[in-house]
């Protein structure tokens, strides 16, 4: 009888904390309202595979705003890896969303705010791409907590390039990149992902 017992208040109390556990809504967590400025570091886990699939290197990625330039008649933030001092890109916030300075121009490159299924071409990566607004203040598990974000995806001729996460105060919370196989295969696969850790402004 007592065993009996025993094993019905086990199951009562699981049954509390799975229905307590469910009822639970993830909310976002508060970015500072401030935007990244000369010095702003982002610390990102870097992740790449093989074509074949599974998991090539896993390392840490700091980026960080070195300074500003001016290209174009306009001035734009000098984003480095901070391990190289290599730029990695030149970015500014305008009308309409995150820009890149890339192919000798200013090119769209998150819109916001933005629309779901809203489309834009953008030069990125060395081509004409186009973009699709994909998800619109979506939470987003992060290494600083679950992040609203936008989700963009690019395609360059049809195929599937580029999935974006972007949060208008943090910026690239997440990136994936896919690449061709090398011949004689004509098919993408995903090269690499860029997960953010930790902003520090």
């Not at 074949?52 to 390392?59: D, T």
């Not at 730029?87 to 890149?100: D, I, N, V």
């Not at 004409?128 to 598990?141: I, P, Q, R, W, Y």
């Amino acid at each position: 009888m007592r065993i009996k017992t025993f094993f019905t208040l086990v199951f009562f109390l699981l049954a509390i904390v799975v229905i307590t556990s469910c009822q639970k809504e993830s909310t976002p967590t508060p970015i500072p309202a401030t935007k990244p400025k000369i010095g702003t570091q982002w610390t990102y886990r870097y992740l790449t595979y093989y074509p074949a699939g599974g998991l090539a290197n896993n390392i840490t990625l700091v980026m960080r705003i070195k300074g500003e330039v001016t290209l174009g008649g306009e001035t734009w933030f000098n984003v480095v890896n901070n391990a190289t001092d290599t730029t990695m890109f030149y970015l500014k916030e305008k009308t309409g969303g995150l820009y890149q300075y890339a192919n000798s121009s200013s090119n769209l490159f998150c819109k916001y705010p933005a629309v779901l299924n809203e489309t834009y071409s953008s030069f990125n990566a060395g081509g004409m791409e186009d973009f699709t607004v994909k998800g619109v203040n979506d939470l987003l598990a992060t290494g600083i907590g679950d992040v609203l974000t936008n989700h963009y995806e690019g395609v360059k001729g049809g195929l599937l390039i580029d999935k974006i996460w972007y949060n208008n105060n943090a910026w690239i919370v997440r990136h994936e990149v896919y690449r061709l196989i090398p011949p004689p295969s004509n098919t993408y696969y995903r090269y690499s992902n860029l997960f953010l850790d930790a902003i520090i402004y």
